[in-house]
Structure formats: structure tokens, C-alpha cells
């Protein structure tokens, strides 16, 4: 039996990739490293981070302690390894790593050195004797949400897209995550969105599951907002869910960051959804904004083992993604 295990479940290490002087962030190459690094150190606090980059000795040069890290170089398009890491799974007893298919969401950008970052890796043996399965899928590890225990929770506006697959139907879709993720159940929204973002509403941008019966989304309360009507639509659709018992699910609303723009006046996918959860902390993003604080009392409320770490990640959003988006952890 397969199953993906959740993210709040142990965990060996966390992938990232840093910014460099080839990709987008070459404009303003080392205010995009700040938060990188600020999120590398989070991770580090409580377990190992792998950093691929395309210099090291450049990179470690910028870090105080390289406590936990493990810096590699390798080529890379862009540094969103949410979406082109491995996914994990457990089989029998045992890890393995898969390698799915990444087009760059959907064929908008270029994807060529990302979609080989899995196996260059596992080549230089920094996952051991862990076994990898290359997947002709295309498949992005920011599109599903996994509660340890055969559920998933997805969008149909990704993971039907024409753009991915071909666009597949839900059941053909459900097929292959039965296939290839063990699930058993597969739960959808058809609703949500946020303005900037290209990953044809990715499920860590709007909704968590942070326990096997508790998940936090965003929550938009101001009417005169654009996202108002789709985002109360996807908390109904919500509310509707059941859990593996039957029962529905608890939901946490997690506040809409006031409205962050690019210097063309595009508005920007701040989310508070973008969380990561390692072995020790929750790590989340802040964007320079009143709620901020609210979602800070939130995650302090709900992750009271775990240290509380905030980063600043409004240069991440620039670029279409923020915190959780940039990582990917393996399974211990």
C-alpha cells in the first residue's frame, strides 16, 4: 500500500533552491536572496536543509552558520522546488522518492534544468540508498495537500487544466494519484483563486490540511475585493467536506493580506496559506501588513509544540510564489 505522508509527519530534510544571477531574480540578485536564506535558516533550527545552488562558495559566504545545510550545485531554471521536488512516499515500509513531470505550470516558463534536479541529485547520492521513480506525469508537489492517511485534497482548476495532461476528467485524474499516491479519497475545489499567480490555483496558496480533521484557508471578508465571490465560494464548498469518519472538518480561517502590488500596479498572491511545517517550527510568510499579527496569533494558537517562525517574503511574491512554494521537504 502506498500513502503520501503528511507534512506535519517527520521529515529527513528540506529542498530549496536559491536565486542566481541567470534566473528572474537577476534584477535585484541579492534582495531575493534575503529571504532564502532567512527561510533556510528557519529550517535549519530543527533539521537539514539541502540548498541547491549555482555557486556554492558564493552562497556560503552570506550565512553566519551553515548548521544543517548542505549547499549543491546544480542548474537550475528557477528556485519554486515545491513544484519540482520530490514528491514522497511510503510503500510497504519504505520510502521512495518520485520524480513527476514539471512544465513549468503549464507551459508558461521554461522548466528544462528544474525537471532534471531530482535525478542529478539523487545521482550524487545526498538521499543514500532511497529508491527513485521517474513518473511520465505532470504532477507539482504545491497542487496537492496530503493528510497522511489516503486523502487528498487538490484544485480542479490545476489538475484538470487542459495545460497539465492534456486536462484530464476528476476520475482519470483520481486514477493516477490512486496509482501513483495511494489515495483513496480525493477532495476538490472547484472554487478559489488569487490574482498574480500562476500555478492555476495551487492548493497551498488557498487551503491546508494542518491535522487528519483541521484545515486552514483564506478567508476573504471584504465584499469589495476581487477574490470575495470565489473565495466564499471554496469556504462553502468546504464546509461541505467530510473527513475520513464522516465528519466535517474544522475549519481555521486564516485572515486575506491587504493588497500587495508590483511596481506596474499588478496585484500580487500574498497568502498566509503558504505555510511550511518541519519537525520543529511553522514557518510562514509576512508581507508588511496589518494582518500579519492576526495570522501570527493564529499559528500560535493552532501549532502550540512548534516554534512560530514569521519571514518576510514580499520579494518572494514578486515573482508569482512565497514561502512554502520555494521548499520541499522529504520524508524521513
Known amino acids: 500500500m502506498k500513502i503520501v ?26 534582495g531575493a536572496l534575503t529571504p532564502f536564506i532567512r527561510i533556510a ?10 540548498i541547491v545552488c549555482d555557486n556554492k562558495e558564493s552562497i556560503l559566504s552570506m550565512f553566519c552558520s551553515t548548521r ?9 531554471n528557477d528556485t519554486w522546488t515545491r513544484d519540482y521536488g520530490y514528491i514522497s512516499v511510503e510503500e ?12 513549468g505550470w503549464g507551459g508558461k516558463f521554461d522548466a528544462s534544468l528544474d525537471n532534471e534536479v ?3 541529485l539523487h545521482q550524487k547520492g545526498y538521499l543514500g540508498t532511497t529508491a527513485l521513480e521517474t513518473i ?7 497542487s496537492i495537500e496530503s493528510d497522511g492517511e489516503g486523502t487528498i485534497l487538490t484544485t480542479t482548476e490545476c489538475l484538470c487544466n487542459p495545460n497539465r495532461n492534456g486536462g484530464l476528467t476528476k476520475d482519470e485524474v483520481e486514477a493516477k494519484l490512486n496509482e501513483h499516491l495511494g489515495a483513496k479519497r480525493v477532495l476538490w475545489l472547484d472554487y478559489g483563486y488569487l490574482a498574480g499567480d500562476d500555478t492555476d490555483s495551487h492548493i497551498d496558496t488557498l487551503a491546508r490540511l494542518v491535522s487528519v480533521d483541521t484545515i486552514m484557508y483564506v478567508q476573504c471578508l471584504d465584499e469589495a475585493d476581487e477574490h470575495y465571490g470565489e ?11 467530510r473527513t475520513n469518519e464522516g465528519k466535517p472538518y474544522t475549519l481555521v480561517a486564516l485572515p486575506m493580506a491587504s493588497a500587495k502590488f508590483d511596481k506596474e500596479g499588478n496585484r500580487l498572491p500574498a497568502t498566509y496559506a503558504n505555510f511550511l511545517i518541519t519537525n520543529g517550527a511553522l514557518i510562514y510568510p509576512t508581507y ?27 520579494k518572494l511574491i514578486e515573482q508569482g510564489g512565497s514561502l512554502h512554494c520555494s521548499t520541499m521537504q522529504i520524508r524521513a
Not at 92 to 103: A, N
Not at 291 to 301: G, S
Request: aromatic share 12%; proline share 6%.
Open 5 to 30: 505522508p503528511a507534512e506535519w509527519q517527520k521529515q529527513r530534510a528540506v529542498l530549496m533552491a536559491f536565486p542566481h544571477k541567470n534566473s528572474d531574480w537577476a534584477d535585484d540578485l541579492k
Open 41 to 50: 535558516q528557519a529550517i535549519a533550527y530543527a533539521q537539514p536543509v539541502y
Open 68 to 76: 544543517n545545510m548542505s549547499f549543491i550545485e546544480i542548474p537550475t
Open 92 to 103: 510497504e515500509g519504505e520510502l521512495k522518492l518520485l520524480d513527476f513531470i514539471f512544465d
Open 118 to 120: 531530482n535525478k542529478i
Open 136 to 142: 511520465d506525469f505532470v504532477l507539482e508537489g504545491g
Open 231 to 241: 473565495l466564499h465560494k471554496m469556504e462553502e464548498q468546504l464546509k461541505n467536506f
Open 288 to 314: 508588511s501588513v496589518p494582518e500579519d499579527k492576526v495570522a501570527h496569533e493564529i499559528f500560535k494558537a493552532f501549532f502550540e509544540s512548534r516554534e512560530i517562525i514569521p519571514v518576510e517574503c514580499s
